[in-house]
């Protein structure tokens, strides 16, 4: 087979499971709600059925990281079409709580598997040639949002359709799609091998992995991905209300965030990694602030700050652990990938305790229907503020802190230099 035809069909395929990742966040929180009535679920339980999506993806991704070499991409996606397919089925058949628990862990676990297989993978294939593999790796992660932004609007149409359509169940066939076109791009393909070259240990990654610089950046990374994922996940049910459609957000939103990480290289030159992170937090406080305070029209204003926030957070977050942690290697940005997933899982069932919380608050106080629900959306949001917010005063602290070892590293080369 010829080589570059081998090779876009490996990266498509990879593209498409990546959508799959993708559908399976959009199309869950579009169909939020109707999950909520039919199962008579509290937001409290939505949110643990959130986090089991969060928790089954940084397991896998974690082991797939540790076992790339040895079990192999092809493996890797194998699992994950089986994660997938059943975590779709069980969803559809789930008949309640315990099963749309079950159902969600294996859509998140596949969904990790892919991460696992095809970063390395794409890289692996374009190892010869570094530009092309950070231009092919930054497309590669442009279906995450492009994704959502695809999914949204899908969930949306088919809502709007009405009957067949809107039903929950119908909409999570639509998961399949890309599940199966990845699976027959796949086939019959031979994988790229894995490239052990320059590799480090385990022993030098964990041990990298316990410097001060790993560990701030392992503890923000828990903040930047709550602060993204929180309103996107519950946007369906938070902004229903609010006189703007709650799923239009979601793809203004998503959609702006392929577009800004298409063009992260350039910003990142400009501003350096220090200088984008703090200015996300900024824009990601600001944005959230607004969509607790604002309603109609500028609600869609809100999404295009909040989209400028968090589009650069969790590409750079990742860079910024391979770039100034190095010897934490692959396994070092597994982990912080990782720990992004797992503290949304956490931050899942405590937002959905808010949200039952601001509801029985805003019902005592005498609200219903509508302001009820607005009510409620804004006293969420008002407390997630809280994420991007404390995120500005560790990023102001990194900016500095970085910016000290930076100018005594050129002071000891000097030195060095003169002796």
Wanted: charged share 10%.
């Amino acid at each position: 087979m010829n080589e570059n035809v081998n090779r876009s069909a490996l990266f498509n395929g990879s593209c498409f499971a990546l959508i799959t990742t993708a559908f399976t966040f959009a199309i869950r929180a579009g169909i939020l709600p109707q999950l909520g009535e039919q199962f008579n679920l509290t937001a409290e339980q939505l949110g643990f059925i959130n986090s089991m999506w969060f928790l089954g993806f940084p397991i896998s991704m974690i082991i797939g990281g540790l076992v790339y070499h040895s079990f192999g991409a092809r493996n890797i996606m194998r699992v994950a079409f089986v994660a997938h397919t059943l975590g779709i089925l069980l969803t559809i058949y789930s008949g309640g709580y315990t099963g749309l628990l079950i159902s969600t862990l294996f859509i998140g676990f596949g969904n990790g598997c892919t991460e696992a297989a095809c970063n390395p993978m794409i890289a692996d294939m374009y190892s010869d040639n570094h530009i092309k593999m950070n231009k092919m790796l930054s497309r590669f992660h442009m279906w995450f949002p492009g994704g959502i932004l695809l999914g949204a609007l899908i969930s949306k149409f088919m809502t709007d359709m009405g009957g067949f359509f809107q039903q929950w169940q119908t909409q999570m066939w639509v998961l399949m799609i890309p599940t199966l076109i990845y699976v027959i791009l796949f086939y019959g393909k031979t994988f790229p091998k894995a490239k052990v070259e320059g590799a480090t240990s385990l022993a030098q990654n964990f041990k990298a992995m316990l410097t001060p610089t790993f560990l701030f950046l392992f503890f923000c990374m828990a903040l930047t991905a709550i602060s993204e994922f929180g309103p996107q996940q519950w946007v369906s049910i938070i902004m229903s209300h609010s006189g703007a459609d709650s799923m239009l957000i979601l793809a203004l939103t998503t959609g702006l965030m392929a577009v800004g990480r298409f063009f992260a290289g350039p910003v990142v030159k400009a501003l350096g990694q220090t200088g984008v992170l703090l200015g996300s937090a900024i824009f990601a406080t600001i944005g959230i602030y607004l969509f607790s305070v604002v309603t109609g029209p500028m609600a869609y204003f809100a999404a295009v700050i909040f989209a400028l926030g968090v589009c650069f957070f969790w590409p750079v977050m990742v860079g910024s652990a391979a770039q100034r942690v190095p010897l934490s290697g692959a396994l070092g940005m597994s982990v912080i990938g990782g720990v992004g997933m797992f503290s949304t899982a956490i931050f899942q069932p405590i937002i959905g305790g808010w949200i039952d919380g601001a509801r029985e608050k805003n019902a005592a106080a005498g609200l219903t229907d509508s302001a009820l629900e607005l009510a409620t959306g804004q006293d969420a949001l008002s407390k997630m503020v809280s994420f991007p917010a404390i995120l500005i005063v560790l990023f102001i602290i990194f900016f500095f802190w970085q910016k000290s070892l930076k100018a005594k590293s050129v002071q000891t080369t000097t030195q060095e230099a003169l002796n």
